[in-house]
């Protein structure tokens, strides 16, 4: 009983600190949508397409994809007509930026400069789709997408806009608190039963093969099942209770913008017929990789400063 009421606080407390980031952030770019701003910035980076192989109608997912959620990406590819490899390059780029307003926001909240997560993610999608137009010759059908269907809701009107915006925000809070509040909940029971700690000690060869500690593993596996912006509560709270080191929780960052919330973010893209399993083995090679070199980087640059703080300590 003591677990569920501190778990209840717990995902109380997670919903309202994330509500207040994502229900103004929600609003703003979803009046931003009924505005002529999203349709030029659409048309500023319409010629840099096809750097990436990209035709301009490319520009549409990709925008709403980092404005909004993969969900916002997907609607744009299904109102334009796209080749199989421009889907799957557009797959990968938005994998690894997406929903970048509210997620750098999360970032932030537990302590992850900004300016690097919108570096790696943003620098990560032009670099992956460079190489895949570079390497992959084929993909030039058409792509059929068969199971869904694209929706269209236009609404007109300062009011039924404003409605729309905050009927939007809303339901995003709300979806927020459904998962995030049991998701508390559970953890602290398992915090409770000692399965947490069992499971940072089967992790720990993991974590420490990327440069962190053990004490890392929570944050890690919130990220990778849940994603940035579902699983920041029990990445918030495993930051304070677990005492994850600024070092380590930007390396689980660095590693998590590349590669979270595995399960959904692969099989949404199913649908589209393109193929998902290279798109997950991308991500994650991409994560290991890129936080393996950022770890060691760190490792050689944190003794030399240290090094020049006992000598500066010295000579006073």
């Known amino acids: 009983m003591q677990s569920l009421k501190i778990g209840l606080w717990a995902g109380l407390k997670t919903t309202w600190t994330l509500g207040k980031i994502i229900f103004p952030v929600t609003l703003i770019v979803t ?15 319409t010629p840099l397409m096809g750097i990436f192989g990209l035709s301009g109608d490319a520009a549409i997912p990709i925008v709403l994809g980092n404005f909004l959620n993969l969900y916002a990406g997907i609607a744009g590819i299904l109102s334009v007509d796209l080749t199989i490899k421009e889907v799957f390059t557009i797959a990968v780029m938005l994998s690894f930026a997406h929903n970048l307003l509210i997620e750098s926001s999360v970032a932030v909240k537990v302590g992850v400069k900004v300016w690097i997560m919108i570096a790696v993610r943003v620098g990560l999608a032009i670099l992956s789709a460079i190489l895949i137009n570079l390497v992959w010759k084929g993909g030039q ?69 990327l440069g962190m500690k053990e004490n890392t593993s929570t944050t890690l596996a919130a990220g990778l099942l849940f994603g940035l912006a579902y699983g920041a509560g029990v990445m918030i709270q495993a930051v304070k209770e677990d005492g994850v080191s600024k070092k380590d929780v930007t390396l689980a960052f660095i590693f998590l913008v590349c590669c979270h919330a595995v399960v959904e973010d692969t099989l949404i893209f199913v649908p589209l017929g393109i193929p998902v399993l290279p798109l997950l083995l991308i991500r994650l090679f991409t994560a290991i990789l890129l936080t393996f070199i950022v770890a060691i980087i760190w490792n050689r640059k944190l003794p030399k400063r240290q090094q020049k703080f006992l000598k500066g300590k010295a000579i006073l």
């Open 31 to 45: 009046v931003l949508q009924y505005t002529p701003v999203l349709p030029w910035i659409i048309k500023l980076i």
């Open 141 to 209: 059908e058409p792509a059929k997408y068969g199971m869904i269907q694209s929706t269209e809701n236009h609404v007109t009107g300062i009011l039924a806009i404003s409605l729309q915006a905050v009927e939007n925000a809303a339901f995003g809070v709300y979806q927020l608190a459904i998962i995030v509040i049991p998701l508390m909940i559970g953890i602290q029971i398992l915090k409770d039963l000692k399965v947490l700690q069992w499971f940072s000690r089967i992790m720990s060869p993991f974590t420490r093969f």
